[in-house]
């Protein structure tokens, strides 16, 4: 049975139908369009999923639609439509991208990293995206570009 949910994604609100077993990561890309937000493999392993609700960095493949509702949702498309937001240019500056498929999960977890901490250190970024997974092994572009990324932010 599909239930009216009021979701607030990105700053702007919308009803959607959400069947009772409907991840966040199908209501935001299937329902409603925003594919920024990957589906990798739908079990929470491999972070491409990741958005922030709430302030946290969560796994929307394993996040029911129904919990999100009355939470603040921010996805890739909420950062920046045309890439402009520090933390997108930074993966730009410093090659932290290959294919792409998995940066709007790093980004996003980097993200919910520096919105606590803004001067992180190496542990603290590993830690932060210990659950993202880069099949093509950018992985030290990424931490440099987290890293530059935390220098824009705090200028």
């Not at 290959?98 to 990293?113: E, S």
């Not at 995206?129 to 440099?144: H, P, S």
């Amino acid at each position: 049975m599909e239930k009216l949910s009021n979701l607030k994604i990105n700053g702007q609100s919308f009803i959607v139908k959400v069947k009772p077993y409907d991840s966040l990561n199908k209501v935001l890309r299937d329902y409603l369009g925003l594919t920024g937000t990957k589906r990798g493999c739908d079990y929470g392993g491999c972070g491409a999923c990741t958005v922030i609700v709430d302030g946290k960095a969560v796994y929307s493949c394993m996040y029911p639609a129904l919990k999100a509702e009355g939470k603040e949702i921010l996805t890739i498309e909420g950062l920046s439509s045309l890439g402009t937001h520090p933390l997108q240019r930074a993966f730009i500056e410093m090659h932290a991208l290959q294919c792409g498929y998995c940066t709007p999960g790093f980004i996003m977890a980097a993200y919910a990293l520096l919105k606590v901490n803004p001067s992180p250190t190496l542990n603290e970024i590993l830690e932060a995206i210990v659950g993202n997974l880069c099949r093509c092994g950018t992985y030290q572009n990424i931490i440099n570009a987290i890293k530059h990324a935390s220098k824009l932010l705090t200028r």
